[in-house]
Structures are given as C-alpha cells and as structure tokens.
C-alpha cells in the first residue's frame, strides 16, 4: 500500500466540496476566532471554488483530503502586497505541513511579482506566531488583540 500523496493545489470547483467538509471541521473545532477571513461554510467554498479572479486560493491535499486551506488576497483591489492566510485542520497540526505549505504560498506570491507578503496574527495563537517568526515574519502591534506580520520575499524562509 502506498502512502497518500501531499499536494498543495489551487482551489478549483472540483474541490469545492473537500474545501466545505474542511471549512466545516475548523467550525466546528472553534478555529473560528482565530481564522475568520470568510464564513466557514460550505456555501462559501462554492463561492471560493468558482473564483477565477487575480487573488489566489489553495488547498495542501493528503491523499485527495484537504488538510489545509490559504490564501494570498488583496490583488483584486489593486494591492501589492498580498495578505496571506493559512488554516490548518487540527489533525493535520504539527506535521510539517504547514512549514510547507507557507513556502508554497511564498512562491506563489514571488511567482506573481510580490516582494513581500503581510499576515495577521492573534497575540494568544502561539502556535501560529510561532511558525511565522521562525519563517522570518517581523511583527509590529495592531491593536491590543493583533499582530501585523511582514515578509520580504527576497529568499523568503529559505533558513527555515
């Protein structure tokens, strides 16, 4: 028996489907105060599914599972600097995955012409914080609850 294949894909109407049991999963684990870009819903992975615009939407598969789910936004509101984010289902958490899945997101983003990437972070994910100050993410406060987190992408986690 061979082992699942790990695959860091776009989000595309096929996957819509995963994409919603995914979303689903991190509801209903309470991922929803620290990862709120969109409603967790399965009609939202429809809507993200069909997205054909400039932003980018992508899911890490395990043996055609959806284990994570990023995305690098802000392009279609002219910015240049994409706003990464990143949720991991909890069985998935701690593999390593996640690492590299973030370098995935990174050269997507360098593949698009982005120098850098930015990302919010809770204070109290530690978790989270964690992983991007090891990736090389610099923070400054955002408000009491935030962090703001910016990447250059120029070699962009390539000690990590």
Not at 64 to 91: D, F, N
Not at 97 to 107: N, T, V
Request: hydrophobic share 45%; aromatic share 10%.
């Amino acid at each position: 028996m061979s082992a699942p294949a790990l695959e860091f894909v776009r989000v595309t109407a096929p996957l819509g489907g995963a994409l919603g049991d995914f979303l689903a999963d991190l509801k209903a684990a309470g991922d929803e105060p620290f990862f709120h870009p969109h409603p967790l819903t399965r009609e939202h992975a429809t809507v993200i599914a069909a997205d054909a615009g400039p932003d980018l939407y992508y899911a890490a598969t395990l043996g055609g599972r959806v284990v994570g789910y990023a995305m690098l936004r802000g392009w279609a509101e002219g910015y240049e600097v994409p706003s990464l984010g990143i949720a991991m289902h909890p069985t998935a958490r701690g593999t390593g995955i996640g690492r590299a899945f973030m370098h995935f997101l990174h050269a997507a983003a360098r593949a698009r012409g982005a120098t850098r990437v930015r990302l919010k972070v809770y204070r109290a994910n530690a978790r989270a914080r964690a992983l991007y100050s090891s990736i090389g993410y610099e923070f400054t406060p955002l408000g009491d609850d935030e962090l703001l987190g910016i990447l250059p992408l120029s070699g962009a986690g390539a000690a990590s």
